[in-house]
């Protein structure tokens, strides 16, 4: 099914769109690493831990990258 609306609209959209989700993105991105940094605060939550947690969100993020790029 095609769009109701003017082909120049739907792009302009749609980069609006893409651009608004890559900021979004970032800024999802710079939240969970500033939150990483801070996982020793939490009590209970030693050095060796926070880094194990940080190992395993990183692995998940290039895991789920890859996925995504394929």
Do not use: C, Y
């Amino acid at each position: 099914m095609s769009s109701p609306f003017h082909p120049d609209v739907m792009k302009a959209w749609n980069r609006g769109f893409d651009a608004g989700a890559k900021r979004q993105n970032e800024l999802d991105t710079k939240l969970m690493l500033e939150w990483l940094g801070k996982i020793e605060e939490i009590p209970g939550i030693g050095e060796k831990t926070a880094w194990k947690i940080r190992e395993h969100f990183l692995d998940f993020m290039r895991e789920k990258r890859g996925w995504n790029e394929r």
